[in-house]
């Protein structure tokens, strides 16, 4: 769809979401401090005695980002060419999400609903995520996910068949007298160890029981490091493609254009102004 760059819709989709110009980059430094700021309000707010002795000051800045980011949501909106499209992506409803639990905890009411409102605030800790649309090969990692995805799956399946047996292996070695009180009680334990967490609430008592934990946890030193490397590789294949597949949308006619393009191929339009 073909944006008039002159009015003021095409101008506040060029600011908004024209990352390659220079005043969408600066509008999007501007953003990032203020979702910065928004969440440390938010974490503050969770210390009992910050929130007490400034209470007033939190709720202030939260009603204050809060309009902020509903007002640049209604701008997206506005200016987008295909409303339903940015409503519809992940990045809309991030952007939904950011500010909807502020109007939820002000239409529902207190009372015994107070816990419920509480899990509902949290959300805005989606701003956060907001941040990923400032990461400009960010779809590098994710390509590598999605091509890992199989033998990862492969990988986790094998994992859980491994704890499995390793679990039930524990659970007849060791017995309810030791702590392994049941089968899943030992899968836990076998989880725990091969991960190489240890908390140390369930360990061995008996020497071939703690021979299996001493093989068990040198397994989990390469276990690790096997979904790294997956992805690693993956991330090395894609990064190649990746790059050839960038493009940037022409904020003049709407057409695709490869990254490294100065000009629009169709239009003409300067690219990166």
């Known amino acids: 769809m073909a944006i008039d760059r002159n009015s003021l819709r095409g101008k506040l989709f060029i600011i908004i979401f024209g990352a390659h110009t220079k005043h969408g980059r600066q509008f999007d430094v501007f953003l990032l401090w203020f979702i910065v700021t928004s969440v440390l309000v938010v974490c503050l707010e969770s210390v009992p005695s910050i929130r007490n002795q400034y209470h007033g000051?939190?709720?202030?800045?939260?009603?204050?980002?809060?309009?902020?980011?509903?007002?640049?949501?209604?701008?997206?909106?506005?200016?987008?060419?295909?409303?339903?499209?940015?409503?519809?992506?992940?990045?809309?409803?991030?952007?939904?999400?950011?500010?909807?639990?502020?109007?939820?905890?002000?239409?529902?009411?207190?009372?015994?609903?107070?816990?419920?409102?509480?899990?509902?605030r949290l959300l805005r800790v989606f701003r956060i995520l907001k941040l990923t649309s400032f990461v400009h090969h960010a779809h590098v990692l994710k390509t590598a996910i999605i091509a890992s995805l199989q033998k990862i799956t492969v990988f986790m399946l094998t994992i859980i068949s491994l704890v499995l047996i390793i679990g039930t292996v524990m659970y007849v070695v060791e017995g309810e007298e030791n702590g392994f009180t049941s089968i899943p009680q030992s899968i836990y334990w076998a989880i725990v160890t091969i991960t190489t967490v240890g908390y140390g609430d369930l360990t061995p008592q008996t020497p071939l029981g703690q021979v299996i934990s001493s093989v068990v946890m040198i397994m989990g030193y390469a276990i690790i490091a096997v979904p790294t490397g997956i992805v690693t590789v993956e991330m090395s294949r894609s990064m190649p493609v990746s790059r050839k597949a960038e493009q940037v949308e022409c904020l003049s006619c709407g057409k695709s254009m490869p990254l490294n393009s100065n000009f629009?191929?169709?239009?003409?339009?300067?690219l990166n102004e």
């Open 57 to 120: 000051l939190l709720h202030s800045l939260e009603v204050f980002f809060t309009i902020v980011f509903t007002i640049e949501y209604l701008l997206r909106l506005y200016s987008h060419p295909k409303p339903l499209t940015y409503f519809l992506s992940f990045f809309g409803i991030i952007d939904l999400l950011s500010i909807i639990p502020f109007y939820l905890t002000v239409i529902l009411p207190a009372g015994h609903f107070l816990v419920t409102i509480r899990i509902i």
């Open 264 to 270: 629009c191929s169709n239009c003409g339009h300067q």
